[in-house]
């Protein structure tokens, strides 16, 4: 074997190294999710009494960040939880009217225009999370089906967003409680 030859192996090898190693990671800002969580909680009151005749039409996937498929680390399946959920959200957002006034969700405006701004950031910036994993761009669909069909009636759209709402918040907050190692938590977004 020529000299240039066995350096050329190790040299390869060192490259690949670099691009493995410089690679950036695809991770959810902390700093980031966890405001979006507080904006979403502080926006509106308890989930209504009366909306808790849906909870039986829309239902969030239980428990979702139970692992998911074996292929998926714990923290690349809780981003994807966390991702998909906000991804949804804002599709539903972007796609229905908000019912305001009288009968109306009874959030405040400010917050949930600061909640909007943020979770627009999280789905542009991090698609990432979603892009890595094909297999699970359906993820929640049925569950947003289902909210969609009950946004889509007049007499309970109400409940729709409530429920929504509800939802985002309790998967936000276990990700944070419970997966809070799976975020980035030192670059600043």
């Known amino acids: ?5 066995v350096l050329l192996v190790p040299l390869q090898l060192c490259c690949l190294i670099v691009m493995m190693v410089s690679m950036p990671t695809c991770k959810l800002p902390g ?14 009151d308890a989930f209504p ?11 969030f996937p239980a428990p979702p960040f139970s692992g998911g498929p074996a292929t998926h680390p714990q923290c690349h399946w809780t981003s994807l939880v966390v991702y998909e959920s906000l991804r949804g959200a804002e599709l539903i957002f972007l796609q229905y009217e908000l019912p305001k006034g009288e009968g109306g969700v009874t959030w405040d405006e400010q917050k949930l225009e600061q909640f909007r ?6 789905v542009q910036d991090h698609l990432c999370v979603s892009i890595r994993t094909r297999s699970s761009s359906g993820l929640l669909s049925p569950y947003f089906n289902n909210v969609t069909a009950v946004v889509e009636q007049t007499d309970s759209a ?17 990700a944070l409680h419970r997966h809070h190692s799976c975020f980035n938590w030192t670059r600043a977004h």
């Open 158 to 174: 109400v409940c729709g967003w409530e429920s929504l709402r509800r939802d985002l918040l309790k998967v936000l907050k276990v």
């Open 31 to 44: 700093n980031v999710i966890q405001p979006t969580h507080a904006l979403l909680e502080d926006m509106g």
């Open 1 to 5: 074997m020529m000299p240039s030859s």
């Open 49 to 59: 009494a009366q909306c808790r005749q849906f909870n039986g039409k829309i239902q």
């Open 117 to 122: 701004n943020l979770q627009d950031r999280l």
